[in-house]
């Protein structure tokens, strides 16, 4: 055991880590070899105190989401050689899992995740069942296997000897680990510098890290912030040795959370939704104080139909003993599947970074520790993980909201994850929008950071309701129906959670050059620019109309507010910026009648002579004050109307009557993929992010190389530009039969995978799918056929290097026809 040192030694520090559980220890450890100096981290009990030491201890490959496979392989490629590099032994096992199909949409599951692991560099197979009784030497009941998922890197570790061989790495790079030393206050100063109070004494800190797990609550609520987290009662039963595992001449770990612990077995199920147990008081009480490492009371009532289920896939497990039982609180954030942790610097506080909630600290502590090490010593992210940005939250986050969505994701955490996932526990948020009550039994909803926004319409003879599958499904012949509506005559959207920010003051021209690769626009102009950070790894597209109003995704909305804030600090702006979002409501009207249906409600001339493409004006619709922007990212005429969030349901109402006559109707979010897949729009998070840059992305028309302004990123986009591109973005069609490309997927050439999709749908216009992907430059030539292919469920399918766009945008057609030329639609 160590020897705990009760003593700060130091009163000022450039990094304040708290909390000593696996995840501080792991970031005190690598900003200490990176060379950062003054680090210190404040545990208020003991190292692993918390959740740490009770934890399981599993380390896999796996992960459902896409970049959270980056931290898993780096956390066991790093516990692979710790022990070799501290002298702790770590005690850590690499048997290799398999997780087990015995569905055929499970196994559809698998191959949906197969196609995703092509183009990351960890071992994943599909194994048939014959592969998997020989993998797994127990008996298993093989009537019920119809498949594997191998992973034959994973393994488990134990949680208290990783924990100290990172404190111990730490300590030998110059890291100072103090405690029992509890913090007591937090006081920001003016110069973004922090006083750390303790009973020891005040720790002056350039910044501060939360990493203090089911405590980070109570550290969040010393400067006024209130995060979402929630604990939750989790149970393992360990059991007695059971002959055909001491049999055994290697470790073994199984899909249903199963693995050896020594000569038995250890079990660990997640309870339903009804049956789980969250540890409530916690969260409106505070954490008792002094827990540190103790238990809850077990219940294995609780539990006995998952450890039944078990005994029926792994039938030796009926006659083992349970010598042991262990209930402790692990952290949940309130996300949907999978399970995502807080990590990052946080908006409206300077220099407060978290990294907390984290239902599975032991496999995400060595990356994670990473990944914020290299953010906080080289101003960026190394790669992209906005999934884990605890700015995805926000003041609709109740606690009554993250209780729900813990039990769900607890109840839900071995369940199939589908495409589209969609998840309806503590729906909806007080978020929801204006037009919820009134649009909510007329079509499927999707969950957009809090607000409720449709993703499809029901018509009378369609089949209602989230029916998720892996391929086509009840929404796919009404989504081509909303998609002709816009193509052929005027359809009405629901846009409000777009982030909307406003600009003003005397610096607001110059901050905006600076933050912006586009030219800043003149009066009721706009621009469409990319947003590019100083590595150039990250960029997102933001329109900005000529009154600075910025405009971004639902998914961004403080991720760029807390960039944007950073920068006007850090450039001495005399600048204010006002988050409008919850204030304005947005409506998109699209389609060849859009113009007609909206001059009906107008004095203002709407002509094209007089309302010009990317203009926007002030005017009144119906007697509804409104900014009218001339843009759709359908790319048909269309206009964005920005309002009064009061006034939503008035101007939905009288927009909808007044297109009686032109057929007018609603479209949702899918339909509205489709267009802008078809126009060539780039979508952020999908082609534009933290690991791509606006050339290979194809956004050179909004990149302005040569305006005065020194924009982020201009000096190192010369260079991008001038050493040349090593991958491009491409456009293709493939054929497919009932599923449907969406991003992520693998595409392979020649038997290799050399790239991968980052979005896709069915074009309604070509009859056939259509995405983006990411290929090197010499497989980025137009009309390439047969050498691309696309994997979808286990299938290759051929592809084709098509020019971008499909169909031509409304304006570019008009330009054309003025021209005398026929555009292809």
Excluded at 117 to 126: D, I, K, R
Excluded at 391 to 413: D, L, M, P, Q, V
Aim: charged share 25%; hydrophobic share 35%.
């Amino acid at each position: 055991k160590e020897n705990p040192s009760p003593s700060l030694r130091k009163d000022r520090a450039d990094t304040v880590i708290i909390g000593g559980g696996c995840v501080g220890v792991s970031l005190a450890y690598h900003l200490a070899k990176a060379g950062l100096k003054d680090v210190i981290l404040l545990e208020k009990s003991e190292l692993t105190a918390g959740s740490t030491w009770h934890a399981a201890g599993l380390t896999t490959y796996f992960h459902p989401g896409i970049n959270l496979k980056k931290i898993h392989a780096y956390s066991i490629k790093l516990y692979e050689k710790l022990e070799e590099e501290t002298g702790q032994a770590v005690g850590f096992h690499q048997p290799g899992s398999i997780r087990i199909a015995s569905t055929p949409t499970r196994v559809d599951e698998f191959k949906y995740q197969m196609t995703r692991a092509g183009w990351h560099p960890t071992e994943q197979y599909l194994i048939t069942p014959e592969k998997v009784q020989e993998l797994f030497p127990l008996l298993l009941n093989m009537d019920m296997v119809l498949a594997g998922l191998y992973n034959p890197g994973d393994g488990h570790i134990d949680p208290y000897s990783l924990t100290m061989a990172l404190a111990a790495g730490a300590r030998k790079y110059g890291a100072q680990l103090n405690y029992p030393v509890q913090v007591t206050n937090l006081n920001p100063r003016s110069d973004g510098t922090w006083e750390v109070e303790t009973p020891l004494g005040v720790i002056q800190a350039k910044r501060i890290v939360n990493t203090a797990g089911f405590w980070a609550r109570e550290i969040g609520k010393m400067i006024g912030l209130q995060h979402p987290l929630i604990p939750v009662h989790h149970q393992y039963v360990v059991t007695a040795t059971i002959p055909e595992v001491k049999a055994l001449k290697r470790e073994l770990q199984g899909s249903y959370y199963l693995r050896q612990e020594r000569d038995g077995l250890l079990f660990g199920p997640y309870e339903s939704e009804k049956k789980m147990k969250l540890q409530d008081s916690w969260v409106t009480n505070g954490v008792p104080p002094g827990f540190g490492k103790e238990l809850f009371e077990s219940d294995l009532d609780r539990i006995m139909e998952h450890i039944e289920a078990a005994m029926e896939m792994v039938p030796v497990l009926k006659q083992a003993d349970i010598i042991n039982t262990i209930a402790g609180p692990i952290t949940y954030s309130p996300d949907i599947l999978p399970i995502l942790p807080m990590v990052g610097p946080h908006q409206g506080v300077r220099n407060y970074w978290v990294a907390i909630g984290f239902g599975y600290g032991i496999i995400h502590a060595g990356g994670i520790g990473k990944y914020l090490s290299d953010w906080i010593l080289e101003g960026e992210p190394p790669f992209d993980l906005i999934e884990l940005d605890p700015n995805r939250y926000g003041k609709w986050t109740t606690t009554e909201y993250t209780a729900a969505k813990a039990r769900e994701s607890y109840g839900f955490n071995n369940i199939v994850g589908y495409p589209k996932e969609e998840r309806f526990a503590g729906r909806p948020t007080e978020r929801a929008g204006a037009l919820y009550d009134l649009l909510k039994s007329k079509c499927s909803m999707g969950f957009h950071a809090g607000w409720e926004q449709p993703h499809w319409f029901y018509k009378p003879g369609d089949e209602t309701g989230y029916k998720p599958s892996f391929r086509r499904t009840n929404w796919f012949d009404p989504v081509g129906r909303e998609y002709k509506q816009v193509m052929e005559k005027v359809g009405v959207i629901d846009l409000s959670p777009f982030g909307k920010f406003k600009v003003k003051g005397t610096d607001s021209v110059k901050l905006l050059d600076h933050l912006f690769a586009n030219v800043v626009p003149k009066v009721n102009g706009m621009m469409i620019t990319v947003l590019i950070y100083q590595a150039l790894r990250s960029f997102g597209e933001i329109p900005v109309s000529g009154e600075f109003m910025l405009i971004t995704g639902s998914g961004s909305e403080l991720h760029d507010l807390r960039w944007i804030e950073e920068e006007i600090v850090r450039g001495g702006y005399k600048v204010e910026i006002e988050n409008v979002t919850d204030e304005m409501g947005v409506l998109g009207v699209a389609g060849p009648y859009a113009r007609q249906v909206l001059q009906k409600l107008t004095a203002e001339d709407l002509s094209d002579v007089s309302f010009k493409f990317l203009q926007s004006k002030h005017l009144k619709l119906s007697d509804i004050a409104v900014t009218a922007i001339r843009i759709s990212y359908t790319g048909e005429l269309g206009w964005e109307l920005y309002h009064r969030k009061e006034d939503s349901v008035a101007l939905y109402s009288a927009i909808m009557e007044a297109g009686q006559k032109e057929g007018i109707d609603n479209f949702g979010t899918y339909a509205l993929n489709a267009l802008r897949l078809e126009k060539g729009f780039r979508a952020w998070g999908a082609e534009m992010n933290c690991d791509t840059n606006p050339l290979e992305a194809g956004l050179e028309y909004f990149v302005k190389l040569n305006k005065p302004a020194d924009f982020i990123g201009k000096q190192t986009l010369k260079q991008i530009k001038e050493k040349g591109l090593k991958r491009r973005l491409v456009y293709l069609t493939l054929e497919t039969d009932d599923v449907d490309p969406e991003g992520n997927e693998s595409v392979w050439h020649n038997g290799k995978v050399i790239g991968n999709t980052t979005s896709g749908s069915f074009s309604f216009s070509a009859q056939r799918s259509l995405a983006f992907a990411y290929v090197p430059t010499e497989l980025s030539k137009v009309g390439q056929k047969l050498e691309v292919e696309v994997e979808l469920l286990g299938k290759n399918y051929s592809a084709t290097v098509i020019q971008e766009p499909l169909v031509l945008t409304e304006p570019t057609r008009m330009r054309l026809q003025r021209k005398g030329e026929s555009p292809k639609i």
